[in-house]
Nanobody
Framework: VQLQASGGGLVQAGGSPRLSCAAS????????LGWYRQAPGGQRESVAT???????NYADSVKGRFTISRDNAKNTVYLQMNSLKPEDTAVYFC????????????WGQGTQVTVSS
């Protein structure tokens, strides 16, 4: 499975960029796509995940500001980020996990989001 992320860049605080990540290859019929982020000097953390059935989970820090969605026909996951804060600055990674059939996790290359105050 290959993941190609796009979006991000330099954004002013309060901005609303959208990240996209397209998965290709051998995609499991039941899978989970997600967004993770890693700030400078920090550990990679989960931001939001969405299953192929549409079930979502969000980190407390982004609830009410970020929305994850997906287009199953395109095997693409999106992260709409609203009301950005400087502390959202990080490299954002998309992740694919096949559930049925099970597969190892795959990661995208990461896209930088920098929020200026």
């Amino acid at each position: 499975v290959q993941l190609q992320a796009s979006g991000g860049g330099l954004v002013q605080a309060g901005g609303s960029p959208r990240l996209s990540c397209a998965a290709s290859g051998s995609i499991s019929s039941i899978n989970v796509l997600g967004w993770y982020r890693q700030a400078p000097g920090g550990q990679r953390e989960s931001v939001a995940t969405i299953s192929s059935s549409g079930h979502t989970n969000y980190a407390d820090s982004v609830k009410g500001r970020f929305t994850i969605s997906r287009d199953n026909a395109k095997n693409t996951v999106y992260l709409q980020m609203n009301s950005l804060k400087p502390e959202d600055t990080a490299v954002y990674f998309c992740k694919y996990q096949g559930i049925v059939p099970w597969s190892e996790a795959y990661w995208g290359q990461g896209t930088q989001v920098t929020v200026s105050s």
